[in-house]
Structure formats: structure tokens, C-alpha cells
């Protein structure tokens, strides 16, 4: 399978306002998507609908092949994500999160507690393990959602603002694990941060009024605009 | 992995989740207090007598009386179904938790489901403590307990079931859980009971209404409340045409598990087609 995500003609209507319109999109296996563009532009949308979390007003997606619409249960079940500003149940630990989650996507005993154990290191939050979550600040939330996205170490990844929250320090140490994590996971990545996603991205989706207006290499980009941020702002003139 | 194993999953971990929180701890005290003071006054001031009950009833029922009087769990079944269920989905979109829980690979229905259960099962678990103390204390006072004290626990549970239900209906629409919360608890004691009256002064036998299905908790042991406390309910008193008949236990029953099934599928039918904007 080349492409690991297929988005096909898709559209999303919330009642009247026109979220995404008619968007098509191909992600191949082991690519690294940014997905740039103002308020309102269709991104969270797109990320959402892939994530079966809204239902499409017209076309479809795939996700390895598995229609998101008819099956999304065995689509998203190598997909890990971040979704807006995540919560987490505040009465539970990091642990007890994780093992809820990594149970559900199946996995057990001392596999599931090595792991837990191993992607809390990776967002430092391995002290963190057993304190209940009511007590942790946005970036350690941040952190937290990062660790649930790799647990089961799936071979996509769907994050919308993953840096949102996080202190220098974390908005480094993030880029250092999507980096790493890129060599052999799919990546489809929303954000307004242009200079992150510079760094990490090699591929560069921008939308605007839920249209796509540009699909390509960062250096094809580059080549044309001189840089991402001309092409941003060239592309999304008029925007709110 | 099968939806069964995964339900075993969700149920677990949103039982963990109802024993973390401070409300099934208040839920909790608020049943050792009422059930202990029901006790306590009963005894205390000899309700049967002063309430005007005949003698040769109380030599008689001396146990059924105390028994309807101590198992009934009505409102506390109530508190506890709403309590625990009201924000049970609506918080999953309100509080945006919903954001880590839907996307795994798991069906919408085996999520509600295991929260259904994980709901009941705490309710479940405050009402068996109220009837353990209730039946302590009819073996202290009376050393037996009536057989109709398991009919009552079973409409006790039939009527969580349904109120359950029924938060988990608004909690599948609500923005909120506290408006579901709120819902739930207003449609019930105010709604139901405007209805049921209504029905009730017109003529009609409401039993199909919920709420007096979920009277029949004291018409398991065998003797009518009203003709026991006849004194004391004015049984001669009653507006012109208003129907007071005890509910059938069993007819009740069904009647709470009809509507708890209907509502519990609409409740997953609308979160199924509910969308996290």
C-alpha cells in the first residue's frame, strides 16, 4: 500500500457555513504532511472527519485502504492522535490512562506496563506516572496526549497543534521525538506555527476557506514563494 | 480483540472512575443517613400507632409495615441513577475527554454500553447497602425478613435502570451534564408527577407512568399501603374521581424495563450519530 491516507472529495457542511469543501488529498506511507492555514480554514475538520469523529457531508477517506466512513473502528486502529485541546479523565493517573487506552487498542499485561512505561519517559512525565491528572498544567497534558498517540506505536500519526501548551523546552523535546518518530510513521500535522513546521515537516498542505490551495514539497514550495512564509500569506490573502 | 472484551474493558475502568468520585461518596452517606433516621424514627416515635394505623394491622403486618417503611428506596435509587449517569456522555463532548476516548478502535454502542453498566453497577451497589442495613434491622427488631424484600430491591434496581436510562437519553442531547443532570431529575419528580396526578384525579389507573411503576417497591409484601395507613392517607378524603390503586409489582416492573430499554436505545442511537465539533 502506497498511500497510507486517501482523502477523497471530501466535504463538511456545519448547517449552512461550508467547512471543507470538496477536498482531496493523498498521503504516502512514511510522508510527513503539514497542514497550514488560518482560522476557519477546514484543518481540524479534515483531522477530525479522518478520525471518524465528524461524519462527511459528501465524499470519503481512507486510511490503509479501510474506509474511514464504513469501518472506522479497524481504520483508526493504527492511527494515533491528537485532537484539539485534549482532556483526560482528572481522576485517573497517567498510568491508569494509558493502561485504559492501551487496552482498548489491544494491548496487555507486562507489553502494555514496559510501554506505558517507556513513551512517559519519552514526554517526561515518567515521574508523573501515579499522580492524578487534576493536578497537571496544560503542557503536561500536552505531553500526556502525546504519550496516549505513540502507545500502541502506530504507523500514522494525526495531530492537531500538538505544541499547543508546551514550555521551550517541551516545544523542543516534541520536535525531537516527531523527528525521530517520522523515519517510520506517517505524519499528518496541523498548525499555525510556521517555524515548526518547517523544521519537521518535508511536505506541506495549505488550505484556506476549506480549499486546497497548495499540495507539495517544502522545497518546491520554497522554490516558488522563496519562503513558507510568502506562500502563506500569498495563498491565504483575504482570509479572516 | 471482541466488543465483548472490550466492553469488559470500558465498563471496568468507568467503574474506577465512579469510585473516584466524591458524589458516589456523597450519595453514599446521604443513604446511610436516610436509611438510619427512617429506622431510628420509626422506632423511636411508633409511626404505626400515631399514625393511626389499627391495632389489629400492626399485630398482624407489624413486620411488612416497618419492612415498606425501611425499603423505601425510591428517591434514593433516583439520586443515585441520576447522580452517576447524568453526566455520564454529555461530558465526553463538554469537557472534550471525548477527544482521547472515541478515537480508538471501539464502537460508540460498547462505549455507552459500559458506561450503562458501570452506572448501574454503582447505583446498584449504594442500594445494596440500604436494603443490608434495612434487613439488619428488621432481623434486630423482628428477627426475619419478609420475602417481599426481594421484590422491592428488584424494583429498586428496575427503577435505577430507568432513570439511568432516561439521564443517559438527555446526556446523549445535552450540551451538559448538570442540564442533563437536571433533565432528568425535573422530568421525573415534576413531569410525572403532574401527568400521573392528573391521570389519577380524572379517573385513570396511571401504571404505565414511571413514577408510580416505581411505588410498587412497597407493594411487594403482601399488604395494600393504603388500606395499612388508611388513617393516615385520608382514604375517604380523596378529590372526587381519583383513582389511589397499589401498582402491580410485576406489571411495574415490566413497565420500568419497557421504557428503560427504549430510552437506553435511544440514548445510543443519538450518541452514535452525535459529532465531537
Known amino acids: 500500500m502506497k498511500e497510507s491516507i486517501v482523502i477523497d472529495g471530501l466535504s463538511k457542511y456545519y448547517n449552512d457555513f461550508l467547512a471543507l469543501d470538496n477536498l482531496s488529498l493523498k498521503v504516502r506511507k512514511n510522508e510527513d504532511v503539514a497542514l497550514l492555514g488560518p482560522n476557519g480554514a477546514g484543518k481540524t475538520t479534515t483531522l477530525k472527519l479522518l478520525c471518524g469523529l465528524l461524519h462527511p457531508s459528501s465524499g470519503t477517506a481512507y486510511i490503509n485502504g479501510i474506509n474511514v466512513v464504513e469501518g472506522r473502528e479497524q481504520a483508526i486502529s493504527n ?162 | 480483540m471482541s466488543e465483548f472484551e472490550k466492553l469488559k474493558i470500558v465498563t471496568r475502568y468507568e467503574l474506577l472512575k465512579q469510585f473516584r468520585r466524591k458524589r458516589f461518596y456523597g450519595v453514599l452517606a446521604i443513604t446511610l443517613l436516610a436509611v438510619v433516621l427512617t429506622i431510628g424514627l420509626y422506632q423511636g416515635l411508633d409511626l404505626p400507632r400515631r399514625m393511626g394505623v389499627p391495632q389489629s394491622t400492626i399485630n398482624q403486618h407489624g413486620v411488612e409495615l416497618f419492612a415498606i417503611f425501611v425499603t423505601s428506596m425510591g428517591s434514593l435509587a433516583i439520586l443515585g441513577a441520576v447522580f452517576f449517569a447524568g453526566d455520564a456522555l454529555a461530558s465526553e463532548f463538554e469537557r472534550k475527554t471525548g477527544y482521547i476516548l472515541f478515537p480508538n478502535p471501539v464502537k460508540r454502542t460498547t462505549l455507552v454500553v459500559g458506561k450503562y453498566l458501570a452506572c448501574f453497577i454503582a447505583t446498584a451497589a449504594i442500594l445494596g447497602v440500604a436494603y443490608l442495613i434495612s434487613a439488619g434491622a428488621l432481623l434486630v427488631f ?133 459529532e465531537m465539533i
Not at chain 1, 490551495?213 to 516558488?224: A, E, G, Q, T
Not at chain 2, 442533563?180 to 410525572?192: E, P
Request: hydrophobic share 45%; charged share 20%; glycine share 10%.
Open chain 2, 142 to 274: 423482628y428477627r426475619q425478613v419478609p420475602i417481599g424484600i426481594f421484590g422491592s430491591l428488584a424494583i429498586a434496581l428496575v427503577l435505577a435502570c430507568f432513570v439511568i436510562s432516561m439521564a443517559f437519553a438527555f446526556s446523549s442531547v445535552l450540551k451538559g451534564g448538570m442540564g442533563a443532570t437536571i433533565a432528568t431529575l425535573l422530568t421525573y419528580m415534576v413531569i410525572f408527577s403532574i401527568v400521573s396526578s392528573s391521570l389519577a384525579y380524572a379517573g385513570f389507573n396511571p401504571w404505565f407512568m414511571p413514577d408510580r411503576a416505581g411505588d410498587a417497591m412497597t407493594a411487594t409484601y403482601g399488604i395494600s399501603f393504603e388500606n395499612a395507613f388508611g388513617g393516615m392517607m385520608g382514604g375517604g378524603q380523596m378529590m372526587s374521581g381519583m383513582v389511589r390503586a397499589s401498582q402491580n409489582p410485576t406489571l411495574s416492573f415490566f413497565v420500568l424495563l419497557g421504557y428503560a430499554v427504549i430510552l437506553f436505545g435511544v440514548s445510543i442511537w443519538m450518541t452514535k450519530r452525535r
Open chain 1, 79 to 240: 492511527v494515533g492522535a491528537i485532537l484539539e485541546t485534549p482532556e483526560f479523565y482528572p481522576f485517573f493517573t497517567p498510568d491508569e490512562t494509558l493502561s485504559y487506552l492501551g487496552r482498548l487498542r489491544g494491548m496487555r499485561g507486562r507489553e502494555l506496563g514496559h510501554r506505558i512505561r517507556e513513551v512517559l519517559k519519552l514526554v517526561g512525565l515518567e515521574k508523573w506516572a501515579n499522580i492524578r491528572i487534576e493536578k497537571f498544567s496544560r503542557g503536561m497534558k500536552q505531553r500526556l496526549a502525546l504519550a496516549q498517540a505513540l502507545l500502541h506505536d502506530p504507523q500514522i500519526l494525526i495531530l492537531d497543534e500538538p505544541s499547543l501548551g508546551l514550555d521551550p523546552r517541551g516545544m523542543v523535546e516534541f520536535r525531537e521525538i516527531i523527528k525521530k518518530a517520522k523515519k517510520k510513521k506517517t505524519i499528518l500535522f496541523a498548525s499555525h506555527l510556521l517555524t515548526e513546521v518547517a523544521k519537521i515537516c518535508s511536505k506541506v498542505a495549505i488550505l484556506d476557506h476549506g480549499k486546497l490551495r497548495f499540495y507539495d514539497d517544502m522545497s518546491r514550495l520554497k522554490k516558488k514563494y522563496r519562503s513558507l512564509e510568502r506562500a502563506y500569506l500569498k495563498l491565504t490573502e483575504g482570509a479572516i
